[in-house]
């Protein structure tokens, strides 16, 4: 049951992940001027937010607090935040990622609270 509710937060963080990528990360040939592959460049925008998942389903403390789970979201989209200002793109792309990394924390926290607290008593432990 665990598994299906990991998969469901995780689905929903590869949704989110894909659109963020998709609508803010840098244009290979952007890349390319660095002397980076565009694919490889653009690997850590598609790798990086990912780990967000594991670490709200197994981290109980963690999805408790909204404010610990947008600031986890905000600090694992600085790293592409500021892969985008040394590409040369707008400042508003680096904010656009700094603002969905933080939205991104605090929705899959809200999910994952609310999915895993059906399965739990009033006491905390598992039925």
Same mark, same amino acid.
């Given at each position: 049951m665990v598994t299906m509710k990991f998969a469901a937060v995780f689905g929903m963080n590869l949704l989110f992940t894909l659109l963020e990528?998709?609508?803010?990360?840098?244009?290979?040939?952007k890349l390319d001027s660095l002397g980076l592959r565009g694919w490889a460049a653009r690997?850590?925008?598609y790798l990086l937010p990912l780990y967000l998942s594991?670490?709200?389903?197994?981290?109980?403390? &963690?999805? @408790?607090?909204?404010?610990?789970t947008g600031l986890l979201g905000l600090m694992l989209s600085v790293p592409s935040s500021l892969w985008v200002i040394a590409a040369r793109c707008p400042f508003r792309e680096a904010a656009a990622h700094a603002?969905?990394?933080? &939205?991104? @924390?605090?929705?899959l926290a809200r999910l994952a609270r609310s999915l895993l607290a059906h399965g739990q008593s009033a006491s905390g432990v598992a039925a």
């Amino acid at each position: 049951m665990v598994t299906m509710k990991f998969a469901a937060v995780f689905g929903m963080n590869l949704l989110f992940t894909l659109l963020e990528c998709g609508l803010f990360g840098p244009a290979a040939s952007k890349l390319d001027s660095l002397g980076l592959r565009g694919w490889a460049a653009r690997a850590p925008f598609y790798l990086l937010p990912l780990y967000l998942s594991p670490l709200i389903i197994s981290w109980h403390e &963690l999805r @408790g607090s909204y404010f610990r789970t947008g600031l986890l979201g905000l600090m694992l989209s600085v790293p592409s935040s500021l892969w985008v200002i040394a590409a040369r793109c707008p400042f508003r792309e680096a904010a656009a990622h700094a603002v969905f990394g933080l &939205l991104q @924390g605090l929705l899959l926290a809200r999910l994952a609270r609310s999915l895993l607290a059906h399965g739990q008593s009033a006491s905390g432990v598992a039925a």
